[in-house]
């Protein structure tokens, strides 16, 4: 596609229940960044991945989050046993390689009742 | 880990005035980048700068790259009300860290 994708765009879940966001970066693009954004908030850093792997998982605020890449594309966010602190939008974003420009993709809505 | 120091947090000009925001950190970067926020939208590019001592325009918007490479300014020049938005800086060294953001606003 044209630009980052990421989906659901909106998702209200249940306390307890586990979630997955995906994002689909632009084609070609090796480096792949998350981000979560509180109501009003800056962007906080989560991880990202250079191809594959990911170098820095420090942002990770718990290990009920994790994410994964798999080849080269698609790379998806889970957080398992969600808190209503969870709630915010979750950002990502991919640039063509490190060091260059980045773009964003328009996020997910994540809201835990 | 890297922190960016964005300011002013807020402001508020008349359309017409000149805007100026800065970001300055601790660590150095091989590139800053500039992007605007709207309500319910992701970031968008503004500005990319790439190298020490770099000056770059994109229309209104001016930004430089630091000297020192830890520190970026971005200013708008005769603003008008669809300038009104979330400012912020990024810093890239493999990963990239963001600046609590600047919020404009513009009276028309």
């Known amino acids: 596609g044209a630009g980052v994708s990421q989906s659901p765009s909106n998702k209200v879940t249940e306390k307890g229940k586990d979630v997955e966001l995906r994002c689909d970066p632009i084609s070609g693009h090796t480096a792949l960044y998350w981000y979560r954004q509180s109501l009003g908030q800056g962007l906080e850093f989560l991880i990202y991945f250079q191809g594959n792997s990911a170098p820095d998982k420090s942002g990770l605020p718990s290990d009920r989050f994790s994410a994964e890449r798999t080849g080269g594309s698609v790379s998806t966010l889970t957080i398992q046993r969600t808190q209503q602190e969870d709630s915010a939008v979750y950002l990502c974003a991919s640039s063509p390689r490190q060091n260059t420009e980045a773009f964003f993709g328009q996020g997910t809505r994540l809201t835990v009742v | 880990g890297q922190q960016l120091n964005q300011s002013p947090q807020s402001m508020f000009i008349q359309e017409g005035e000149d805007v100026s925001m800065n970001c300055t950190s601790s660590s150095i970067f091989n590139t800053w980048l500039w992007y605007k926020q709207d309500p319910g939208e992701g970031p968008v590019l503004l500005i990319a700068?790439?190298?020490?001592?770099e000056l770059t325009s994109n229309g209104r918007l001016t930004a430089q790259f630091g000297i020192t490479r830890k520190d970026s300014f971005l200013n708008i020049s005769a603003s008008i009300p669809s300038d009104v938005g979330i400012y912020f800086c990024?810093?890239?060294?493999?990963?990239?860290?963001f600046g609590a953001g600047t919020r404009l606003t513009v009276k028309p």
């Open positions: 990024a810093g890239r060294l493999n990963d990239m860290r």
């Open positions: 700068l790439y190298k020490a001592g």
